[in-house]
């Protein structure tokens, strides 16, 4: 199968709009696409049809991340995404819809009381947007069982990326989308990304520049009391407990600083997610020695990235050490390292189209030295900078970006767990680490 890289043309014009009312729920009735956005249509609307006839997916970008999109109320459709992605098919999907008419046509009924009444709070606050929440699935139901995976609820968004609206609303139907890497890899955020991990698996890869947000969205249950959050995600718990119903929801997720095994897991025996190819070591804020960097505290963890001395010097024993800071280490995080220069300027791939708000991110490289000085291998340094918002979008990038670069491992500076999104950017990083120092 020929994959195909399709940039969305976007001139600057707004794609389309919500209704025209001033009350917060009212307002989300229908998107209509703006009939100024002729060429972004004019792309999208193959794509639509493609979604509409054939089996295979269709990846498009939403602010969290790429997704894998395909009819949701198609079993042939539905069963593609599985396949694509190699995932196990008892992990249910997240159905996205353009706008509220469209999420009632999935509840069987176009009545007001069709949506139950604690999630409107969160509908009007945080949608579209970061926010997955579960609803009855009725029976019969319009949605493909494979969507489900046999659950009694369906997981639904209404995501704010335009152009997301605008190809679900040209398809037509809502559209199934887990994120769109390979299973076990980190989510994409980038065209680039779905392109490295479903080339040849897929056809169609809708390219609109990076995600804004980064990680996925927030995942809610307000079926049961008090409600939980089944995933941390791009809307903070924080957030959630402002509003009204939700002010005592819980936590439902574990992290695995949580179940005890915050110290260092035997390799093969972590539950794979989110992992790039190369070793994750995660220091949490809690390790003593973070501002520093972790050279003089973690000399364990340096002379497995070294190989313990020089005679790694020799050809391919040279190791290769991927650095990602975020708000307390300094370049190369401590270790002994000569030559740190910038090496590459990421700067995504679709300037061309009118897409300006890339994730963007330099790279350092420089060598790695021994006790004596001699050069033992090269370390590649990415910082996301100090705000959390920033660390969320590039995070799965940077991850990403140190694979790309052959790391064998990588040492990551951990931040607060608070109950903003750094609590997502914590979860995932925890997924992702062979080993967790705190
Ligand atoms: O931001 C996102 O949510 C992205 C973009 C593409 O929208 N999608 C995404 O989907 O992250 P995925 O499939 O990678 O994650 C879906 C999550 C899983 O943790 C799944 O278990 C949960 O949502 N989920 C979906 N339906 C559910 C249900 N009925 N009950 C419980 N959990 C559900
Ligand atoms: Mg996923």
């Avoid at 809502?174 to 390979?182: D, G, I, Q, R």
């Avoid at 520049?209 to 307000?222: A, L, M």
């Avoid at 924080?238 to 509003?243: F, K, M």
Wanted: aromatic share 6%.
């Amino acid at each position: 199968m020929n994959t195909r890289v399709v940039a969305v043309p976007h001139s600057g014009d707004p794609l389309g709009s919500f209704d025209d009312s001033k009350d917060p729920l009212a307002r989300l009735e229908h998107w209509h696409i703006s009939p100024d956005a002729k060429d972004a249509v004019a792309t999208l609307t193959p794509a639509a049809e493609y979604l509409r006839t054939k089996d295979t997916p269709v990846a498009f970008p939403t602010e969290t991340v790429y997704g894998l999109g395909a009819d949701a109320t198609r079993s042939a459709s539905v069963k593609g995404i599985y396949s694509a992605k190699g995932r196990p098919s008892d992990n249910p999907l997240i159905v996205h819809v353009s706008d509220l008419h469209m999420l009632r046509s999935l509840l069987g009924s176009q009545d007001e009381s069709a949506i139950p009444a604690r999630y409107k709070s969160l509908i009007k606050r945080f949608w579209p947007g970061p926010l997955t929440i579960l609803l009855p699935n009725p029976d019969p139901s319009p949605l493909a069982p494979e969507v489900t995976a046999g659950l009694k609820s369906f997981g639904v968004r209404m995501p704010s990326s335009p152009l997301a609206l605008t190809l679900i609303k040209l398809a037509g139907v809502p559209l199934a989308a887990p994120s769109a890497n390979a299973s076990t890899k980190p989510s994409p955020t980038m065209a680039q990304h779905v392109k490295d991990d479903l080339d040849g698996r897929i056809e169609l890869i809708l390219d609109g520049g990076s995600c804004e947000v980064g990680v996925e969205s927030t995942v809610v249950d307000g079926l049961c009391d008090p409600p939980v959050v089944l995933r941390p995600g791009g809307v903070g718990i924080d957030e959630l407990r402002s509003c009204p119903g939700w002010e005592d929801v819980v936590k439902a997720y574990k992290d695995q600083s949580e179940e005890g095994k915050a110290a260092p897991r035997a390799p093969g025996m972590k539950y794979k997610h989110y992992s790039p190819k190369a070793r994750v070591v995660l220091y949490e804020s809690s390790y003593k020695d973070g501002r520093e960097g972790i050279v003089r505290a973690d000399a364990e963890a340096v002379a497995a990235a070294t190989n313990g001395d020089s005679h790694a010097v020799n050809g391919s024993g040279r190791k290769k050490v991927g650095v990602i800071r975020t708000k307390r280490w300094k370049p190369a995080a401590g270790l002994r390292c000569s030559k740190l220069e910038l090496y590459a300027r990421q700067n995504g791939h679709s300037q061309q189209n009118g897409y300006h708000d890339e994730t963007s991110f330099d790279v350092y490289m420089g060598d790695l030295q021994n006790g004596q000085g001699d050069a033992i291998g090269q370390i590649f340094d990415i910082s996301l900078g100090g705000e959390t918002r920033g660390i969320a979008q590039g995070l799965f990038s940077a991850l990403r970006e140190l694979d790309r670069r052959g790391a064998d491992i990588i040492f990551v500076d951990g931040i607060d767990d608070e109950l903003d999104i750094a609590a997502a950017v914590m979860n995932r990083l925890r997924k992702a680490a062979s080993e967790t120092r705190a």
